[in-house]
């Protein structure tokens, strides 16, 4: 579930691209005589870019300055990933966060990872509950296997010492929704015990075949659910979406619920609702980007709920197609998390795309194990092979203000790279600024560290 890019039939791409070749290839051959040359971007790029000392969370964080520029009072910013296997990107957004903490009063990281897995790694950053390997080897399974690495671990290990030494906390949530864990149905059903007991044994009832059973793992239970006869995912929707109508009949009067516990137990009651909407969808190409779309929608919608219930910054950790403002796959992902955010928050919300020149990262096929692959330099004509010509190993620039011409190149969609969990996957066609407002290049990217199983 975790930017699984869908990849076309072999067939499909054969015939898609002789008929764009057939039909295409003069036309564009007489617009190249004719067109008058394009303006040199590189100079423009170099201009505009601000090199980066390191993408490794430690040491000095001044060279980030420009990015606290980049970013000004925008409440959640979006940091993609090219792939979601590359140690420099998770490296690298730990020390984004490290700098918005300490410079720009940012308190919560968010993840492309289920809520409940959120709460159970909230409870340890925040209070010291748990086992934290033991929690990402638990939480972190089937697509989200990508997350149990060190890099992860060094991250949340900072948040929990950074907790006991400060106040003011950080805090983890996961904004995903393909898994429902059992902590949540406990929340819900234990503030219905204590604040209506004879509504108990309906959300009891209502839960039952949704909940995970004791000792199921997370790869059993998103294994097994997708499987059930299509009558009972329906089923167990209809049942999620009654039992949050019922908790929302239980909500207090007065103001001072407002920091209480009722809207976060409400919002679990939703998660478990929204993990139920994900599986009553068919593998038609249509019903698969109505899923995408409403994953999507449910992501951004979960993140702008924590910033309004907190008040409190937020960095949102996702892959480069997910916080971005337009689609570069409107087959399969018909509008993105990013939209919905800035139709949500407007320019309270910006994002920024990262991309590499070449290096390795951990993948999937076809659901296999995970391995390591190694990708090489960019292709010329590709986005990342103009990028990787600027003058600097790593570099942050605002596309927003970039001069000209290179406002101009980057307005222009060209073969990008975008590797989720499984590899290999087609470049997307993807015209940097219209997309995105800032951009991170990093010359060479290595494989996370996966952490045992």
């Known amino acids: 579930m975790s930017s699984v890019r869908r990849v076309l039939r072999p067939s499909l791409i054969l015939a898609l691209l002789v008929s764009l070749g057939v039909l295409l290839v003069p036309?564009?051959?007489?617009?190249a005589r004719?067109?008058?040359a394009a303006a040199d971007p590189l100079p423009a790029l170099t201009r505009a870019a601000h090199p980066l000392r390191t993408a490794e969370p430690t040491g000095?964080?001044?060279?980030?300055?420009?990015?606290?520029?980049?970013?000004?009072?925008?409440d959640v910013v979006g940091l993609g990933e090219a792939t979601?296997?590359?140690h420099e990107f998770f490296a690298n957004k730990h020390r984004v966060f490290r700098y918005l903490v300490e410079e720009k009063g940012f308190t919560t990281f968010?993840?492309?990872?289920?809520?409940?897995?959120?709460?159970?790694?909230?409870d340890y950053v925040v209070h010291g509950k748990g086992d934290?390997?033991?929690?990402?080897?638990?939480?972190?399974?089937?697509?989200?296997r990508m997350w149990n690495t060190r890099e992860y671990l060094d991250l949340f290990e900072w948040m929990r010492t950074y907790n006991a030494h400060h106040a003011k906390k950080v805090r983890f949530m996961g904004d995903d929704a393909a898994y429902a864990g059992p902590e949540l149905f406990d929340r819900v059903t234990a503030y219905v015990g204590e604040h209506r007991p004879a509504l108990l044994p309906r959300f009891t009832e209502l839960y039952r075949a949704q909940r995970p059973a004791a000792g199921q793992s997370v790869n059993d239970y998103m294994d097994a659910y997708p499987k059930r006869p299509m009558s009972e995912r329906k089923a167990m929707a209809a049942n999620a979406r009654e039992a949050l109508g019922l908790l929302e009949t239980l909500r207090p009067k007065g103001a001072r619920d407002k920091q209480g516990g009722f809207p976060w137990v409400l919002q679990h009651a939703r998660a478990i609702a929204q993990v139920a909407a994900m599986y009553p969808y068919t593998t038609s190409d249509e019903d698969m980007a109505a899923e995408m779309r409403y994953r999507d929608e449910t992501m951004?919608?979960?993140?702008a709920w924590w910033q309004k219930q907190t008040g409190e910054k937020i960095l949102l950790s996702a892959h480069n197609a997910h916080v971005a403002y337009e689609t570069n796959d409107p087959k399969y992902y018909p509008k993105v998390q990013g939209a919905f955010l800035r139709d949500l928050l407007g320019k309270r919300y910006v994002n920024v795309r990262l991309t590499f020149g070449t290096g390795s990262l951990n993948a999937m096929h076809d659901g296999q194990p995970t391995r390591v692959v190694t990708v090489g330099p960019a292709a010329p004509g590709s986005n990342e092979y103009t990028l990787d010509k600027v003058p600097y190993r790593n570099y942050v620039l605002d596309m927003r203000t970039a001069p000209a011409a290179a406002r101009a190149w980057l307005d222009v969609a060209r073969s990008t790279r975008d590797i989720g969990t499984d590899y290999p996957t087609p470049d997307y066609q993807t015209a940097l600024g219209r997309g995105y407002d800032v951009l991170i290049h990093l010359h060479r990217v290595r494989a996370a560290?996966?952490?045992t199983p």
Do not use: C, K
Not at 27 to 31: E, F, I
Not at 60 to 74: E, K, N, S, T, V
Not at 132 to 144: G, L, P, S, T, V
């Open 84 to 86: 979601h296997g590359s």
């Open 34 to 36: 004719s067109a008058p």
């Open 132 to 144: 934290i390997r033991q929690i990402m080897r638990e939480e972190f399974q089937n697509a989200y």
């Open 110 to 122: 968010a993840l492309e990872a289920n809520w409940s897995t959120g709460v159970r790694i909230d």
């Open 449 to 451: 560290d996966l952490l």
């Open 60 to 74: 000095d964080l001044r060279d980030l300055r420009p990015l606290g520029r980049m970013i000004g009072a925008a």
């Open 300 to 303: 951004a919608a979960n993140v």
């Open 27 to 31: 036309q564009q051959r007489a617009l």
